[in-house]
């Protein structure tokens, strides 16, 4: 069964903490995209991959940073975690040679306090 | 540029009947089309998707055709039931660079409710 994996489900923490996001998958994709999920405003894309040590700006990558050293893992850094940075964030992977589907992972509700 | 415009919600029904969620996009070239479903708690997951005009997908009682000339992917089902519950999303696939690589373009989601 196809699977992506992120680390966490739930988490909480402080305002200007260095927050880690880690999701792996393992079905040799070579996309992987960062989402983040707030009420009325559907999915925002942060950053994506499509290739090891390769990144792209999403729509929204302000207060974030990404890595990606392998090709199976994509890891999403909040440098320093602010309160609006509190969301669900999302993280997905797609293979390069068919249409585009999406394997999603089941998600990490990040709270900064 | 690249868009999906999707019915707003919350779309309450009531069990057994017909749904429709209307989903249209503003694309170039030939982009593929799909329909995600995010249950209470989960990530999303795929419901069914269409790559060419006039394709219909289909999957678990819902189904969707790719309608080029009113660029419209809208969803259906005859009968729903308090499971269908739900956040679905209108997807649009397209090229972001030179090569075949390619992302999703995502509609705000529409809530389901359905009570028996």
């Known amino acids: 069964d196809v699977k992506v994996t992120q680390s966490s489900r739930y988490l909480v923490k402080r305002t200007g903490e260095k927050v880690f996001l880690e999701c792996v998958q393992d079905?040799?994709?070579?996309?992987m995209f960062w989402y983040r999920q707030d009420p009325g405003l559907g999915l925002r894309l942060i950053y994506f991959?499509?290739?090891?040590?390769?990144?792209e700006k999403g729509d929204i990558p302000e207060g974030y940073s990404v890595s990606r050293e392998k090709k199976e893992r994509f890891s999403l850094i909040l440098e320093s975690a602010s309160t609006n940075q509190t969301s669900m964030y999302l993280c997905?992977?797609?293979?390069?040679?068919?249409?585009?589907?999406?394997?999603f992972g089941q998600g990490t509700r990040l709270t900064v306090v | 540029g690249n868009s999906v415009t999707q019915m707003e919600g919350p779309v309450t029904l009531s069990e057994e009947a017909f749904l429709t969620i209307n989903c249209t996009y503003t694309a170039t070239g030939y982009p593929s089309l799909f329909w995600y479903v995010q249950y209470p708690g989960e990530g999303l997951q795929l419901l069914l998707k269409a790559t060419k005009a006039d394709d219909k997908g289909s999957n678990k009682g819902f189904e969707a055709t790719y309608r080029k000339e009113t660029t419209s992917f809208h969803l259906e089902k005859g009968s729903v039931q308090v499971s269908d519950s739900a956040v679905y999303f209108c997807a649009l696939g397209v090229s972001f660079n030179a090569g075949n690589n390619r992302k999703l373009i995502w509609g705000l989601g529409t809530s389901l409710g359905v009570n028996p």
């Open positions: 997905a992977s797609t293979n390069l040679h068919r249409y585009t589907e999406a394997f």
């Open positions: 079905m040799d994709h070579e996309n």
């Open positions: 991959s499509y290739d090891v040590k390769m990144k």
